[in-house]
């Protein structure tokens, strides 16, 4: 069974830092494209930013410039640098793949930017 395990959410204050972690298992995240979403209060699941099995990185507009999706192969985990947070990246952070087929999300972790 793929699974996938975010870490690292919390509070910042605007303009600060935060990164985020997906540990996978089951899967390596060096052949397999990765994705991170986002989902606020009473708004659709968001799509952050992926990195491709070859390593092309995509950032949806409204992070673009600001956060950094990159991968470690040897701990098999997937990370979203977030910089210069503001209070509308205020959401559950959830960690995505795709194996045979189906789509596997990790639990989610919250990110609250607030000051």
């Known amino acids: 069974q793929v699974q996938l395990v975010e870490s690292g959410g919390g509070l910042a204050e605007p303009g600060g830092s935060l990164r985020l972690s997906c540990a996978a298992s089951?899967?390596?995240?060096?052949?397999?494209?990765m994705d991170w979403y986002r989902q606020a209060p009473g708004n659709q699941r968001e799509w952050v930013a992926g990195?491709?099995?070859?390593?092309?990185?995509n950032y949806g507009d409204s992070v673009k410039g600001r956060f950094t999706i990159s991968r470690d192969n040897a701990k098999n985990t997937v990370y979203l640098q977030m910089n210069s947070l503001r209070p509308e990246d205020t959401a559950v952070y959830y960690c995505?793949?795709?194996?045979?087929?189906?789509?596997?999300w990790g639990q989610g972790t919250q990110v609250t930017v607030s000051s």
């Open positions: 995505k793949t795709g194996y045979m087929g189906d789509a596997y």
């Open positions: 089951k899967i390596r995240v060096s052949i397999y494209a």
């Open positions: 990195i491709t099995r070859g390593g092309t990185t």
